[in-house]
């Protein structure tokens, strides 16, 4: 149930937030609060009997990182004395190049901070094609590019742009633990394709058949596969 309420004098207002209760989550109550002017000074503090905690269900249908529960308790093991191997967050085993760091600092010095097209800058984009057609033999131009955080939001942005609910999500498996939570974010549901040790873990064209309908919206390919290395 929503409500709220407003009432005032020449020296006081008091007024409610609209409010909303949920019968399978509950509420948190707010304290009390009121709106007060005495010999010019104000004072204004608001009244909510209750607000709604409630989240949006495909986030709340997320299930936990696996991958960084892993991480997480390799790193309680590291911290407690005993030495531990981490086979879970993919990351190198040394720092970031100097030659790195350092162009990331002059770029600071330099006031390259303000916001960047959402593309990612000119200069960039020409670079990255410089890169695919030297060392990969791609041909592509800048305005074929985009520059993103990592590979989580490429493919969840990707996802949420093109998926709707009832749309299907094929996953070859051994797979990347993200792959179907970012799948049940976008409202699709995720298709797990079983892949063989004997074939390399590379999918074969029947089992691809098997699983393809009307659903089928996103195909999942990583060459070389994370985990597998297969290409």
Known sequence: MVSSSLSSTPCFTAFTLPT??????????????????????RMATVRAEAVDTT???????????????????????RQAGVPVIGLSAGEPDFDTPTVITEAGM????DGATRHMPNAGTLELRKAICKKLQEENGLSYSPDQVLVSNGAKQCITQAMLAVCSPGDE???????WVSYPEMARLAGATPVILPTSISDNYLLRPESLAS???????????????NPTGSV
């Open 20 to 41: 909303k209760t949920s019968l399978s989550t509950g509420s948190v109550p707010f304290p009390r609060a009121k709106e007060s002017r005495k010999c010019g000074a």
């Open 55 to 77: 989240i949006n269900p495909r986030v709340s249908a997320l299930r936990p990182s696996k991958t960084m529960a892993i991480t997480d308790q390799a790193t309680a093991l």
């Open 106 to 109: 002059n770029a600071i010095r």
């Open 169 to 175: 999500v094929l996953v070859p498996a051994p797979y």
């Open 211 to 225: 699983v393809i309908n009307e659903n089928s919206r996103i195909l999942i390919l990583c060459s070389p596969s």
